[in-house]
């Protein structure tokens, strides 16, 4: 009987020790950046090959071709330029009055009988109602983001259109600050010198957020987010 108690005990020491571990590791799994494959594959270089007498392999670049990106794997500079804002602005007003009234003066003789003392007849019926309504609602948002970034060619696209991805992290104190683009661009719109203007991709996504002290201090508390949740005034 001690035994087994003893293997019990034994056991859940272990177990207490390691859930710290598991704990760390799930918060260390979490706060890892998630990458996508297709950034991260590296482009292999074209194997040279001068077996057919020529000079120009399939990584040379042409007389008469320019550096524009056109293939997996080139580089293309991305001018961030977002400027939104949109305001709208409701206003509602309405109100009602009504009013009613009824009387009989004359009822089969009745006017003249003792029910007059206590009953008028001429003012049967005397009934006013009225309501009124008055709202206003406005709404505003502004939002202004420049930034220039490199992106990556991940694939061409049949049609020709490229599919591009770009990453910079930037880390200042012990503080990330993280810009990610992703979308779809055309050759004919990336200018000579190789830059797109963010304006000119196609189902663009652009996310810059931070990591570290900093941006950590512009949350609340996880316990003031489950008070938000559960309370219910």
Same mark, same amino acid.
């Given at each position: 009987?001690?035994?087994?108690?003893?293997?019990?005990?034994?056991?859940?020491?272990?177990?207490?020790?390691?859930?710290?571990?598991? %704990?760390?590791?799930?918060?260390?799994?979490?706060?890892?950046?998630?990458?996508?494959?297709?950034?991260?594959?590296?482009?292999?270089?074209?194997?040279?090959?001068?077996?057919?007498? $020529?000079? %120009?392999?399939?990584?040379?670049?042409?007389?008469?071709?320019?550096?524009?990106?056109?293939?997996?794997?080139?580089?293309?500079?991305?001018?961030?330029?977002?400027?939104?804002?949109?305001?709208?602005?409701?206003?509602?007003?309405?109100?009602?009055? $009504? $009013?009613?009234?009824?009387?009989?003066?004359?009822?089969?003789?009745?006017?003249?009988?003792?029910?007059?003392? %206590?009953?008028?007849?001429?003012?049967?019926?005397?009934?006013?109602?009225?309501?009124?309504?008055?709202?206003?609602?406005?709404?505003?948002? &502004?939002?202004?983001? &420049?930034?220039?970034? $490199?992106?990556?060619?991940?694939?061409?696209?049949?049609?020709?259109?490229?599919?591009?991805?770009?990453?910079?992290?930037?880390?200042?104190?012990?503080?990330? &600050?993280?810009?990610?683009?992703?979308?779809?661009?055309?050759?004919?719109?990336?200018?000579?010198?190789?830059?797109?203007?963010?304006?000119?991709?196609?189902?663009?996504?652009?996310?810059?957020?931070?990591?570290?002290?900093?941006?950590?201090? &512009?949350?609340?508390? !996880?316990?003031?987010?489950?008070?938000?949740?559960? !309370?219910?005034?």
């Amino acid at each position: 009987m001690d035994r087994k108690k003893s293997n019990s005990l034994t056991i859940l020491k272990a177990a207490a020790l390691c859930l710290p571990l598991f %704990w760390l590791s799930a918060c260390a799994h979490q706060s890892a950046e998630v990458a996508t494959p297709a950034f991260d594959e590296q482009i292999p270089a074209p194997q040279v090959n001068y077996n057919n007498g $020529s000079l %120009w392999q399939a990584s040379s670049t042409g007389l008469a071709e320019d550096m524009k990106a056109r293939r997996r794997g080139d580089i293309i500079t991305v001018v961030i330029s977002e400027n939104a804002s949109a305001s709208k602005k409701a206003a509602t007003g309405t109100s009602r009055d $009504s $009013s009613i009234s009824a009387g009989i003066p004359k009822l089969l003789g009745l006017e003249k009988t003792p029910i007059k003392s %206590w009953a008028d007849l001429a003012n049967m019926l005397s009934a006013s109602y009225g309501s009124k309504f008055d709202g206003a609602g406005s709404t505003s948002r &502004q939002e202004n983001l &420049q930034a220039t970034i $490199s992106a990556k060619v991940v694939d061409v696209i049949p049609n020709g259109n490229m599919l591009i991805e770009g990453r910079r992290n930037v880390r200042v104190n012990n503080e990330d &600050q993280i810009i990610i683009l992703t979308g779809t661009v055309r050759g004919r719109d990336v200018s000579a010198d190789n830059t797109i203007n963010s304006a000119l991709i196609a189902d663009a996504r652009i996310s810059y957020s931070g990591k570290g002290v900093i941006s950590d201090r &512009q949350k609340p508390g !996880w316990l003031l987010n489950a008070l938000d949740k559960i !309370w219910p005034f």
